[in-house]
């Protein structure tokens, strides 16, 4: 099973901020097999990034990812309210053991 | 438009079963794979397997084989996750997620399901 390591664990900054969260994997992910969801309390995950750095249709742009193997980024370029959010790294090429990190929190600073 | 639409929310006493509920709409339903991913209360996302919608065959999350069963009924375009044995530690918001492909992110989620496991 891929483990996937998210950090920081808790982000703190204002509103028109750059945010860089990172998900690291325990091994290379298949094909970029990676994607980024935004989770906010009481709702279902929404996909954000799919194969690491296309955005999901009505995603918008300040959203964006990269990397390769096992190091990935999501990167918000500045940060709007609605932004502040935990935010999920998964792994789906590994077919019969999907994973998910452990989440990064955006909070308000 | 694609919607899942999950049953409510439930409580059992450690070492019952729970079966949730997935009604899917606005797409092919034999077409597609169903995931289902749970988070505890304040945790992350854990993936717990996935259904063939067409062919009914499932794959299972190594930790919960041997006490989860993920069915479908075609004629009502549904799927089911049966978690038997049910402990403390199962206490959880259930969700179903919908692809297309085996290999995919999930592009579409339900509502989610709340099972409290008392003892």
């Known amino acids: 099973e891929i483990v996937l390591t998210q950090s920081p664990g808790t982000l703190s900054l204002s509103p028109g901020e750059r945010a860089t969260l990172s998900c690291r994997a325990s091994q290379s992910v298949s094909s970029n097999y990676l994607a980024w969801y935004q989770q906010k309390p009481g709702q279902a995950p929404r996909l954000l990034i799919h194969g690491a750095s296309s955005r999901a249709t009505g995603i918008p742009d300040r959203f964006s990812g990269s990397g390769s193997g096992t190091d990935f980024t999501l990167t918000i370029s500045r940060l709007e309210p609605e932004d502040f959010a935990v935010y999920y790294c998964?792994?789906?090429?590994?077919?019969?053991?999907?994973?998910f990190g452990g989440g990064t929190k955006v909070e308000i600073k | 438009q694609v919607q899942l639409v999950q049953s409510g929310a439930e409580v059992r006493k450690s070492g019952a079963s729970v079966k949730v509920s997935c009604k899917a709409s606005g797409f092919t339903f034999t077409g597609n794979f169903f995931h289902w991913v749970r988070q505890a209360p304040g945790q992350g996302l854990e993936w717990m397997g996935r259904i063939n919608a067409n062919s009914g065959g499932a794959n299972y999350a190594q930790q919960f084989q041997g006490r989860i069963t993920m069915t479908r009924d075609t004629s009502i375009n549904t799927v089911y996750m049966e978690l038997r044995r049910l402990r403390s530690d199962d206490t959880a918001i259930y969700y179903c997620?919908?692809?297309?492909?085996?290999?995919?992110?999930?592009?579409?989620w339900g509502q989610g399901t709340l099972v409290t496991v008392s003892s």
């Open positions: 998964q792994q789906y090429g590994s077919s019969l053991a999907l994973t």
């Open positions: 997620a919908t692809t297309v492909v085996v290999v995919s992110p999930f592009d579409y």
